[in-house]
Each structure stands twice: as structure tokens, then as C-alpha cells.
């Protein structure tokens, strides 16, 4: 884990999405329809994002499955919805859906592509509901949240739900950096169960097995120019952005194209026997099914 001088503090986090959506909410929409280079890894080429984002597809429609199909004006909060994509799901299985998110361009954006979704420009602390929800759902979210202020967010996410209701959330359970809080699979559900929530389905995810041998090399050279430049530069939101953003670019550039599509290959063979059988191998990635009681 990295040390506490080197975490974001909410504050500072709150200033990290603005940078982030200054910088990449200018999105080809007809190019990546689901704004992939925005809230999966800005900078990253569009078919990486994509292979990410299928798993995560994949995971999330397994959890959806397992939750009795809505009645007639169940309502959904997607938490930290991004450029809609979540949002779009729900509201096209029966859910009047509200998004929320801290990039005020992409929630402008969104009012205008999804008319019949509700959204708003507000973190999941200071928002607001005098309705209950039937599900909310949180999709790489809670993990950008300081350690300190996660206990309070599911609280909150407690408080939208009705009696009975339902939470989806996939998050990191391996990375720990400046803006990455992951908790463990026991650490997530022991959060969870003292807001009020019960675990029904735990799904892990994001093995990628081959990706990982292949980049592994080229993360540890990443590591060492990142710190050699924070070495010398005060850790702030604006200097993190500015490093990553070069770190994804000259990552990408250097790497051996061919070699990287080879092993996403293997992975979209691999990934999803591996998610098939919820394997107890190492992933970067879970999902969660809870329900509140």
C-alpha cells in the first residue's frame, strides 16, 4: 500500500475528478459510444477499454440477474455514472434511473443523450432523496473514496435503499495508489455488512492473466519514472493527471502492439471461464450483490 502522504484526501479527490474532466470529457461519442476513454483508462487505446469493459458488462448483468425483475416505477441510482452506460441498462429494464457524478460535462452531455434518465452534478455524500430506491449500483466508484470516508458512503447508499433493496458494486480489490482505495473481498463485505447490507453474490473479475504477464515488465518501468518524477514534484491532483496522462501515452507508444492484442486475445478466451468459475485466483477486480435489511 502507499504510504499516507501519498493518498488524496477527499478534498483532494473532489479537485481530481474536475482536473479528469477537464481533460478527457471530450469524447467521439460515435467513436466510443460508452465514453470508455473516460472512465476506464483515459489514455488507454479504445480496444483495451473495450475488452475491460465487456467483463465488466459481463459481470454486472450476472449480478442483475439474480435480482426479481422491477415493478412498475422502481426507481435505480447509478453512483458515479460516467458517460451514462449504467444508467442506459437500467433504464432500459424497466428502471426509472437517476445518474450522479462529479464531472460536470459529462452529466450536461448525458441530459441530452438520455432525456429520460434523471441526472445530477453531486457526490453520493451531499446528494439527497426524499424517494427510496430499489437499486443502486456503483461501478469502480467507491474505490476512488478515502479509506475515511467509505464507511460513510455505504451509509449513504444504505439510506437511498428500501427495505429489501438491492446494491451492485464492482470494485478494486488489488490496486492502492494516489486516487485507488481497494479493500479486499472481506474487507468490502465486512463495509458493507455494518451499514446494513447482506452479501447474496460476490463475482470476481479482471484476472487477465495474459495481460499481466505481458505488461509487467513495462508497469515496473512505468512505477520507476512516475516516482522519479513525483520525487521531484509535489503530489497533487494536477501532478498526478499530468503524470499519468504521459505514463498512459508513452506506456502505449513503447509497447509491442502485436504482443499486447496477442495476450488480450488469450484473455477473452481465458476471462471468462476464469469469471465462470469464480475461481479463488488473483484478480484485480470484484463484484458484489447486497441487499438491505
Known amino acids: 500500500m502507499a504510504s499516507t502522504r501519498q493518498r488524496f484526501t477527499w478534498q483532494e ?10 481533460r478527457w470529457s471530450k469524447i467521439d461519442y460515435h467513436r466510443d459510444p460508452d465514453g470508455l476513454g473516460n472512465v476506464c483508462y483515459p489514455g488507454a487505446p479504445l480496444w483495451l477499454n473495450q475488452h475491460y469493459a465487456r467483463f465488466q458488462k459481463m459481470v454486472y448483468q450476472k449480478l442483475f440477474m439474480l435480482i426479481p425483475p422491477p415493478i412498475a416505477g422502481a426507481r435505480a441510482l447509478d453512483v458515479g455514472c460516467g458517460a451514462g452506460r449504467w444508467c442506459r441498462f437500467l433504464n432500459e429494464r424497466g428502471y426509472d434511473t437517476v445518474g450522479i457524478d462529479l464531472q460536470p460535462e459529462l452529466i450536461e452531455i448525458n441530459r441530452n443523450r438520455y432525456p429520460d434518465t434523471r441526472f445530477s452534478c453531486t457526490s453520493i455524500q451531499d446528494y439527497f432523496t426524499e424517494e427510496p430506491f430499489d437499486l443502486v449500483s456503483t461501478v469502480t466508484v467507491v474505490q476512488h473514496i478515502p479509506f475515511d470516508e467509505q464507511d460513510v458512503v455505504f451509509q449513504k447508499l444504505r439510506g437511498f435503499l428500501r427495505v429489501n433493496g438491492y446494491a ?4 478494486s480489490i488489488h490496486y492502492q495508489t494516489p486516487h485507488v482505495f ?10 458493507a455488512e455494518k451499514a446494513g447490507f447482506h452479501c447474496m453474490a460476490i463475482l470476481r473479475y479482471d484476472y487477465s492473466p495474459f495481460l499481466r504477464l505481458r505488461s509487467w515488465m513495462a508497469q515496473r518501468l ?11 514534484t509535489a503530489l497533487t491532483p494536477e501532478t498526478f493527471v499530468a503524470s499519468s496522462t504521459g505514463g498512459h501515452r508513452n506506456f502505449f507508444s513503447s509497447l509491442n502492439k502485436t504482443a499486447t492484442r496477442l495476450a488480450l486475445g ?12 469464480n475461481i479463488a485466483l488473483p484478480a484485480r477486480h470484484c463484484g458484489f450483490l447486497f441487499k438491505a435489511i
Open 13 to 22: 479527490m473532489r479537485r481530481y475528478w474536475q482536473i479528469h474532466s477537464s
Open 168 to 171: 451492485i458494486m464492482l470494485e
Open 182 to 191: 481497494s479493500n479486499t473481498i472481506k474487507e468490502w463485505q465486512a463495509r
Open 222 to 232: 512505468m512505477l520507476i519514472l512516475r516516482r522519479s518524477h513525483l520525487n521531484d
Open 266 to 277: 488469450l484473455d477473452t478466451i481465458m476471462e471468462p471461464i476464469l469469471i465462470n468459475s
